[in-house]
């Protein structure tokens, strides 16, 4: 058993530290009112190699091991969320679906432009009528020529207001349920393709979440995922692309809670009450002493999921255990964080605040709490539930 990073993993997380801290850190006002899109961020960002962290070098990424990547995700995210889940978008979902299933001349097509963030990644799973029973999708894809035509709604689409390149989950085949469902790669421009409304969120301001319609917008077969093999796939692909994307998503809370806690700390070394530190009370001392304990273990779950990963063995239940965990962790740690700033915690004055509601998305998105107690329930052995 080895507890260290190698020297390359330690590289890479000082580099996106220094990076978030030196590019981020300035432009997080910007980012929180206008979006992160609007910002210089995505561009230093991507000439940094941090848009192909999840692409094969072979295809213009960077080609990441999955412990480095989640590292770059906690360190975008313990300075700000929205970067950090627009990047787990990109990398994790938009890009990598493409990487997983993709046919060789798919992915010199699209990862080399999503690599260098001439291109960014949104990826549509969820709709309307289907969330956590993802496979009851909608959106049907039927045969017109030499292609398909598709039709349908997709919703919280992350990056979908400045994405170029979109995955989309479709029925192929409606009788068949799971097996019937296909992706497709639609490019920004298609026609058919539009952009619904920007959703207005309790947090994570400066990530796009959008609808995205579908009104018989044809694409030819080349864009059909896997080529002809890809086809009734796309479920098993979605499945295998969020299963390393919620680690990511752990990794997001993971870094946010970092930051809140690191502010709290700070604050109990300095801020005086009766005479003292607040920090030298117990009372505030058990609080992050707890945090520091749960945070250290999310980071050991999620690292073994990330290993595991990097191993080639099977990580899917060792994902869904730190995801669940280290989101429902940071989100304790941050709701005591704000405690522990007393009344400036409840103000914009201090990140804790921003920390805490851009969290809760972590409960609930690449699947719930309760969507992760369901994989981990059935890989303990018990029977499926419903
Ligand atoms: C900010 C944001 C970004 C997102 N980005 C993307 C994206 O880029 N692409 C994408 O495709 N989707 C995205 N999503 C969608 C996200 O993955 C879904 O919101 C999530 O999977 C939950 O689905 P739902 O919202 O439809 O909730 P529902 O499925 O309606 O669930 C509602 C509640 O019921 C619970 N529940 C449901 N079924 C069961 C069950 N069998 N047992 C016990 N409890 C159950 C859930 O856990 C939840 O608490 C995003 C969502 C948000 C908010």
Request: with cysteine; proline share 2%.
């Given at each position: 058993?080895?507890?260290?990073?190698?020297?390359?993993?330690?590289?890479?997380?000082?580099?996106?530290?220094e990076?978030?801290?030196?590019?981020?850190?300035?432009?997080?006002?910007?980012?929180e009112?206008?979006?992160?899109?609007?910002?210089?961020?995505?561009k230093?960002?991507?000439?940094?190699g941090?848009?192909?962290?999840?692409?094969?070098?072979?295809?213009?990424?960077?080609?990441?091991?999955a412990?480095?990547?989640?590292l770059?995700?906690?360190?975008?995210?313990?300075?700000?969320?929205?970067?950090?889940?627009?990047?787990?978008?990109?990398?994790?979902?938009?890009s990598?679906?493409?990487?997983?299933?993709?046919?060789?001349?798919?992915?010199?097509?699209?990862?080399?432009?999503?690599?260098?963030?001439?291109?960014?990644?949104?990826?549509g799973?969820?709709?309307?009528t289907?969330g956590?029973?993802?496979a009851?999708l909608?959106?049907?894809?039927?045969?017109?020529?030499?292609?398909?035509?598709?039709?349908?709604?997709?919703?919280?689409?992350?990056?979908?207001?400045?994405?170029?390149?979109?995955?989309?989950?479709?029925?192929?085949d409606?009788?068949?349920?799971?097996?019937?469902?296909?992706a497709?790669?639609?490019?920004?421009?298609?026609?058919g393709?539009?952009?619904?409304?920007?959703?207005?969120?309790?947090?994570?301001?400066g990530?796009a979440?959008?609808?995205?319609?579908l009104?018989?917008?044809?694409?030819?077969?080349?864009?059909?995922?896997?080529?002809p093999?890809?086809?009734?796939?796309?479920?098993?692909?979605?499945?295998k692309?969020?299963?390393?994307?919620?680690?990511?998503?752990?990794?997001?809370?993971?870094?946010?809670?970092?930051?809140?806690?690191?502010?709290?700390?700070?604050?109990?070394?300095?801020?005086?009450?009766?005479?003292?530190?607040?920090?030298?009370?117990?009372?505030?001392?058990?609080?992050?002493?707890t945090?520091?304990?749960?945070?250290d273990?999310?980071?050991?779950?999620?690292?073994?999921?990330?290993?595991?990963?990097?191993?080639?063995?099977?990580?899917?239940?060792?994902?869904?255990m730190?995801?669940l965990?280290?989101?429902?962790?940071?989100?304790?740690?941050?709701?005591?964080?704000?405690?522990?700033?007393g009344?400036?915690?409840?103000?914009?004055?201090?990140?804790?605040?921003?920390?805490?509601?851009?969290?809760?998305?972590?409960?609930?998105?690449?699947?719930?709490?309760?969507?992760?107690?369901?994989?981990?329930?059935?890989?303990?052995?018990?029977?499926?539930?419903?």
């Open positions: 058993m080895e507890f260290e990073l190698t020297e390359d993993q330690k590289a890479i997380q000082k580099m996106v530290r990076f978030a801290e030196k590019e981020v850190a300035p432009e997080i006002d910007l980012i009112e206008k979006g992160v899109w609007t910002s210089s961020v995505l230093k960002a991507a000439e940094l941090l848009a192909g962290m999840t692409i094969p070098t072979e295809y213009g990424g960077t080609g990441l091991d412990i480095s990547y989640n770059a995700i906690q360190e975008l995210s313990r300075v700000n969320g929205s970067v950090g889940i627009t990047f787990a978008a990109h990398c994790g979902l938009g990598s679906h493409i990487n997983i299933m993709g046919t060789h001349e798919q992915k010199q097509r699209y990862l080399p432009k999503l690599a260098s963030g001439e291109h960014w990644g949104g990826w799973l969820t709709e309307p289907s956590s029973d993802a009851s909608r959106t049907i894809a039927t045969r017109e020529g030499d292609g398909w035509k598709l039709n349908g709604q997709k919703v919280f689409l992350t990056n979908g207001h400045f994405a170029s390149t979109f995955t989309i989950m479709a029925k192929t409606p009788a068949a349920g799971a097996k019937g469902i296909s497709f790669v639609v490019e920004k421009g298609t026609k393709l539009t952009l619904g409304k920007l959703e207005h969120k309790l947090g994570l301001h990530s979440t959008s609808q995205v319609f009104d018989d917008c044809w694409v030819p077969d080349s864009q059909l995922l896997g080529g093999a890809g086809l009734g796939k796309g479920f098993t692909g979605a499945m692309t969020l299963d390393a994307g919620r680690i990511a998503i752990g990794s997001l809370a993971l870094g946010m809670a970092q930051g809140a806690y690191e502010t709290a700390l700070a604050y109990a070394k300095e801020r005086q009450q009766f005479g003292k530190p607040i920090g030298s009370f117990q009372a505030i001392q058990f609080k992050l002493a945090m520091a304990t749960e945070l273990a999310a980071r050991l779950l999620l690292l073994r999921a990330a290993w595991l990963k990097d191993q080639g063995r099977d990580f899917s239940s060792a994902a869904s730190g995801k965990y280290a989101s429902e962790a940071a989100m304790r740690a941050a709701t005591e964080c704000i405690q522990v700033l009344g400036n915690g409840y103000t914009t004055d201090y990140p804790v605040e921003r920390h805490w509601r851009d969290i809760k998305l972590c409960e609930i998105g690449e699947g719930s709490s309760e969507v992760q107690r369901m994989v981990i329930a059935k890989s303990i052995g018990l029977p499926a539930s419903r």
